[in-house]
C-alpha cells in the first residue's frame, strides 16, 4: 500500500491560513517534508487569486515546484463567483461550474505549463457535472468523493480504492468510521492529520495495509499546523509540528510507500475490488478518544462541539461528585442511629 499525502492550500478567511503572518505554517510543512525526503501533492485553491492577488496565490505555487512538489488543482467557487452563500462547486449549474473550473485551469496553466492531472473539490462539494467537465478538461484524476459525505453527490462504485467513474478516475479520499460499526456507520471521516489523533492515524494505516487497500489518501491542509479559534483567527500549534514529523518517522519505519498524483498510472491505478471495503473500522474506547480530541480542537470554531464538550464536562464533574458522596456520606452520616 502507498500513502498519498496531500494538502489541500487554502484561506477563506485569513491569509495566514496559507503563508503570510508571524508563522510561516506553509514553509514549516515543507521544512519537516524536506528533512524527511518525502514529496507530497499540493491542491492548490488557484480560485483564490481574486481574493488574495496574482502575485500571492503565484509565490505559493512557486514556493511548491522548487520543492519539487506535486502541484495539483483544489477549488472554492465562491472567490470567484463572489457569492459567499455558495462555497461548493454542485451548488452551481453545468454552465456556471465551467466558467469556474476554465477559469482555475488557466490559472493553473500559467503558473505550472500544463493542465492539472489531478482535482480536489473544496469541502467535497462535488456532481456529476463536476466530474464531465474535469474529463472534457482532460484531467485525470479526482479525489473529491467522501463517502457518506454529505456535500458528495457522486456515486463510484469504490468508497475506499481508485474505480472508473464516468470515464475518470476516482481515488477516494480514505474514510474512517469515526462512529458506529462497519454496517452501521453514523459518522464517517477522511483520513484526516488534523482532526484524528497520531495514534488513530497509525494504527488505520496499519489496518489498511492489512486490507490491501493500493492507496491511503490522508488530507492535510496548508494551515495544518494551526488550531481555528474563531471566524478568522488561528493559533499556531508547535505540537503539530512534532506530530507531523513522527507521522512520517512512522511512515518510513515501518516501510510505508509514499506516493504522488503526477506519479500514478491511470490504468494500473484501477483493480479488482476487494471481497469487503477497508473502511476503518475503531473501537468504543477509540471513538470516544476521538470525539474528546475533536471537542479540544474545534472548541473555538462549532456551536455543537461546544455543547458536547460542556456536556462532557459535566458529566465527569457529576460522576466525581456522586462517587465522592457514596463514599462520604456514610462516613458523615454514619454511625450508630
Not at 291 to 305: A, N, P
Amino acid at each position: 500500500m502507498e500513502v498519498l499525502l496531500t494538502i489541500d492550500v487554502e484561506a477563506h478567511r485569513n491569509r495566514q491560513e496559507i503563508s503570510d503572518g508571524p508563522q510561516d505554517g506553509l514553509g514549516n510543512i515543507l521544512e519537516i517534508f524536506r528533512h524527511a525526503a518525502q514529496k507530497a501533492t499540493f491542491f492548490v485553491d488557484l480560485c483564490e487569486i481574486p481574493t488574495w492577488t496574482l502575485d500571492f496565490m503565484s509565490s505559493i505555487c512557486q514556493r511548491l515546484l522548487r520543492d519539487r512538489h506535486d502541484v495539483q488543482l483544489h477549488a472554492h467557487p465562491h472567490h470567484v463567483s463572489g457569492d459567499l452563500k455558495r462555497w461548493l462547486l454542485s451548488e452551481y449549474s453545468r454552465q456556471e461550474q465551467n466558467e469556474i473550473l476554465g477559469y482555475a485551469i488557466e490559472q493553473y496553466k500559467r503558473e505550472v505549463g500544463s493542465i492539472p492531472r489531478a482535482f480536489r473539490a473544496g469541502g467535497f462539494g462535488i456532481n456529476d457535472d463536476t466530474i464531465d467537465l474535469l474529463r472534457e478538461h482532460g484531467i485525470v484524476f479526482d479525489s473529491s468523493y467522501l463517502y457518506r459525505h454529505d456535500h458528495c453527490e457522486i456515486t463510484p462504485t469504490e468508497i475506499d480504492r481508485p474505480s472508473k467513474y464516468r470515464e475518470l478516475v476516482e481515488i477516494p479520499v480514505t474514510p474512517v468510521v469515526t462512529l458506529g460499526t462497519r454496517r452501521y456507520p453514523i459518522r464517517v471521516a477522511p483520513l484526516d492529520f488534523n482532526w484524528l489523533p497520531l495514534k488513530i492515524l497509525q494504527t488505520s494505516l496499519m489496518r489498511l495495509r492489512e486490507q490491501s487497500l493500493p492507496y491511503a489518501v490522508m488530507l492535510m491542509h496548508s494551515s495544518s499546523l494551526f488550531r481555528r479559534t474563531g471566524r478568522s483567527k488561528l493559533q499556531y500549534r508547535a505540537d503539530n509540528e512534532e506530530k507531523l514529523r513522527r507521522l512520517l518517522d512512522f511512515l518510513d519505519h515501518e516501510g510505508f510507500g509514499t506516493s504522488t498524483f503526477n506519479l500514478i498510472d491511470p490504468v494500473s491505478s484501477v483493480r479488482s475490488p476487494a471481497a469487503r471495503p477497508a473502511v476503518v473500522i475503531n473501537n468504543p474506547l477509540n471513538q470516544y478518544a476521538i470525539l474528546l480530541y475533536q471537542s479540544e480542537i474545534g472548541k473555538g470554531i462549532s456551536t455543537r462541539i461546544r455543547v458536547f464538550r460542556m456536556t462532557h464536562v459535566l458529566a465527569v464533574v457529576g460522576s466525581v461528585i456522586g462517587i465522592c458522596w457514596c463514599f462520604l456520606y456514610p462516613w458523615l452520616f454514619g454511625g450508630d442511629h
